[in-house]
């Protein structure tokens, strides 16, 4: 794979609702090991990111206490509002304190699965001069292609970092990564993006020279 331009890393929804025991999901009934599980490759790409030094952007899923801003979301997930999944400023809605955001990061909070509805996250990708997205966090099939089938849409090249992304099934994981290879951009491995990352920088010196 070939990372030129200037690609952004978007790390999604890396929050303790999703990740840790305690949030919403493991309150719910869902399996968030697998969100758990890639923490680490995720604060890995973060690593390898800063150095290469990519734009990266934090989203967090971040709901008024009273729901008001869920739309139909409750609908399909009212046992969430029991909990108090992704309620702002309360631990289930913050990020993992593995993957805390540093100076020059971009933090972008949403009220849908996608980051791109009703927020300024185009604008804000636009003024980096990002052309690019290299997506990891949870969930794959949720907001991970969400927010990959609207950049896809806004003509920003698409890559899905396999085993930096989890979903609740692994069935899920893989229909998502499936799709996405078939019509919307290319799936990667964390040391592929590390590799391409390497050969970017590589070209880029040496057209300095």
Sequence with gaps: MKLDGQPALVVVDMQNGFCKPGGFMNKIGLDYTASAAVIEPVARLVGIARQAGLPIVFTRYWLKPDYSDAGLLLELLPAA???GGMVRETWDGDLVEE??????DELLDKTRHSAFHETDFDERLKRLGVDALVICGVTTNVCVEATARDGFA???R????????????????TGTLTTIEYCMGEVATVDEVQEALANRSAQQTAGTR
Aim: charged fraction near 15%; avoid cysteine; glycine fraction near 8%.
């Design 81 to 83: 509002m029991e909990h």
């Design 158 to 173: 698409i890559v899905i970092v396999s085993d930096a992304t989890a979903a609740v099934t692994p069935g899920m994981h």
């Design 99 to 104: 993957l805390q955001p540093q100076s020059g």
């Design 154 to 156: 806004r003509d920003y």
